[in-house]
Each structure stands twice: as structure tokens, then as C-alpha cells.
């Protein structure tokens, strides 16, 4: 299957002859624009992060990294990640077919969005981040961005 996780689909036949399902295309939409690949990646670093540089507990004698350079340097691995897995699952060389780079960019959205919502980077090192607003920027993102991104 070429380019699984592209939202505009190029020469694509159609399938069946029934009308289009728009909560199905409300839904295929917002799975492709929420970066779920990156998800676990993220959760398996901050996990690490967090056991080296505990909420209020003690500082580590001796790490090479600082608990600022720790989260910043993550999420930036974490976002190429996700650019670079977003532009080859949204292209197809072989078909001659570029990457939805628009797309790319509502997940990049996204992603932010979502680290917003844990707090992260964004608490520890920014010391800009909010609950509720975090909440309510998750929830309004989520059901909007398919209806922005059509």
C-alpha cells in the first residue's frame, strides 16, 4: 500500500458507487491528523526523563545532560521523527507522488497540541503550561481539526 497515511488520496478509483459517508470521512480524517506513530516513542522517552529528574526530588550528581536539555532535546527527536515518517507515509516515489506537506503540517500542529496537554517540556522547562487550558485546547483541536483540514 503506497502512502498509508495520506488524507488526499491521488487517482484514487472509486469504490463501491454509494454516496460518500461524511462522519466517516470526518473520522478517517482526524486519525490520520493525530500522530499516533509518535505516541509511544514520546510516552517510552518521558518515562526515562522522568525517572532521571523526578518531580521535585533531588538533582542527579553527574548527568551529562540537564533536565531542560533532556525535555527539549526529546521533543525536537520526537517531532523530526514525526516529519520524517509523515513524509514518506504521505508519499510515493515509485508512483511519483510528493508528500501532503499541508497534512504534515496540521500533525506537526498536533503534536504540540498534544505535548501542550501532558504538560512536559512545557511545565519543567517553559513554566508556560495551564491544565485547563491544556484541556480545552485538546478537545476543541481534536473535533476542529478535520473540519479545518478537508
Given at each position: 500500500?503506497?502512502?498509508?497515511?495520506?488524507?488526499?488520496?491521488?487517482?484514487?478509483?472509486?469504490?463501491?458507487?454509494?454516496?460518500p459517508d461524511p462522519f466517516k470521512d470526518y473520522t478517517d480524517r482526524l486519525v490520520k491528523l493525530v500522530p499516533a506513530e509518535i505516541v509511544g516513542l514520546y510516552m517510552a522517552g518521558k518515562v526515562a526523563i522522568?525517572?532521571?529528574?523526578?518531580?521535585?526530588?533531588?538533582k542527579p550528581a553527574g548527568a551529562l545532560l540537564s533536565e531542560s536539555a533532556a525535555w527539549i532535546g526529546w521533543t525536537l527527536f520526537c517531532l523530526i521523527a514525526l516529519v520524517l515518517i509523515r513524509r514518506w507515509a504521505t508519499?510515493?516515489?515509485?508512483?511519483?507522488?510528493p508528500p501532503e506537506w499541508k497534512a504534515i503540517g496540521f500533525v506537526?500542529?498536533?503534536?504540540?497540541?498534544?505535548l501542550y496537554s501532558l504538560g512536559?517540556?512545557?511545565?519543567r522547562v517553559f513554566l508556560i503550561w495551564d491544565p485547563l487550558i491544556a484541556s480545552l485546547l485538546v478537545?476543541?483541536?481534536?473535533?476542529?481539526?478535520?473540519w479545518i483540514y478537508m
Open positions: 500500500m503506497s502512502a498509508p497515511l495520506r488524507i488526499r488520496r491521488v487517482n484514487q478509483p472509486a469504490i463501491g458507487g454509494g454516496p522522568n525517572d532521571r529528574y523526578p518531580i521535585g526530588g533531588p508519499s510515493d516515489k515509485q508512483a511519483n507522488i506537526v500542529i498536533s503534536y504540540f497540541v498534544w512536559d517540556v512545557f511545565a478537545l476543541g483541536w481534536t473535533f476542529l481539526v478535520p
